[in-house]
T-cell receptor, first 112, second 115 residues
Framework: SAVISQKPSRDICQRGTSLTIQCQVD?????MFWYRQQPGQSLTLIAT?????????ESGFVIDKFPISRPNLTFSTLTVSNLSPEDSSIYLC?????????FGPGTRLTVT | AQSVTQLDSHVSVSEGTPVLLRCNYS??????LFWYVQHPNKGLQLLLK??????LVKGINGFEAEFKKSETSFHLTKPSAHMSDAAEYFC?????????????FGTGTRLKVLA
């Protein structure tokens, strides 16, 4: 199994700024994923991040708003740009290990 | 295309009574199915998974689920609810055969356990 850590665990940001979330895996993995969980809602996949290639975004999510980096097999970042109150959510990363995804603890973002 | 439907957004049970959380799926391929639990302000925890082995899957904390292909269902059950089971439960479908490994989450079922 893989152990996932995320930084920061929570943040409060002002409208118009950006937040970069880091995701670290304790082992090498090919696929990593980023999810958003809006208040009281389920998880929605933002994008799939494979090492060495551009992230693949789901419908409704664009690279300009959610740029993702995947510099190696154990690390990824998600930036949420030009923040608005609607971006207030929990952002989770996960890593694929065989048939299962392992999830990080999440980053709780509040935009004021 | 894959999808998953959790039939109840809220379920209330009394402590010590059985729990049934319902999940139906749609998949063009042989799916993998998962149940996750999320306690308030906590991360996701895997309860159990089905990946084309035994159709009756046993998980942690006394939970189990049965994969029924004919009914396209994967309902989660527990014989006796405990107060600590109160949480949000997510049914997830994944399609391994397509190579994407993407998870599709259901909308969640909030389980309330009454004393």
């Amino acid at each position: 199994s893989a152990v996932i850590s995320q930084k920061p665990s929570r943040d409060i940001c002002q409208r118009g700024t950006s937040l970069t979330i880091q995701c670290q895996v304790d082992s090498q993995v090919t696929m990593m994923f980023w999810y958003r969980q809006q208040p009281g809602q389920s998880l929605t996949l933002i994008a799939t991040a494979n090492q060495g290639s551009e992230a693949t975004y789901e419908s409704g999510f664009v690279i300009d708003k959610f740029p993702i980096s995947r510099p190696n097999l154990t690390f990824s970042t998600l930036t949420v740009s030009n923040l608005s109150p609607e971006d207030s959510s929990i952002y989770l990363c996960s890593a694929q290990d065989r048939y299962e995804q392992y999830f990080g603890p999440g980053t709780r973002l509040t935009v004021t | 295309a894959q999808s998953v439907t959790q039939l109840d957004s809220h379920v209330s049970v009394s402590e010590g009574t059985p729990v049934l959380l319902r999940c139906n799926y749609s998949s063009s391929y042989s799916p993998s199915l998962f149940w996750y639990v999320q306690h308030p302000n906590k991360g996701l925890q895997l309860l159990l998974k089905y990946t084309s082995a035994a159709t009756l899957v046993k998980g942690i904390n006394g939970f189990e689920a049965e994969f029924k292909k004919s009914e396209t269902s994967f309902h989660l059950t527990k014989p006796s609810a405990h107060m600590s089971d109160a949480a949000e439960y997510f049914c997830v479908v994944s399609d391994l055969t397509s190579g994407t490994y993407k998870y599709i989450f259901g909308t969640g079922t909030r389980l309330k356990v009454l004393a």
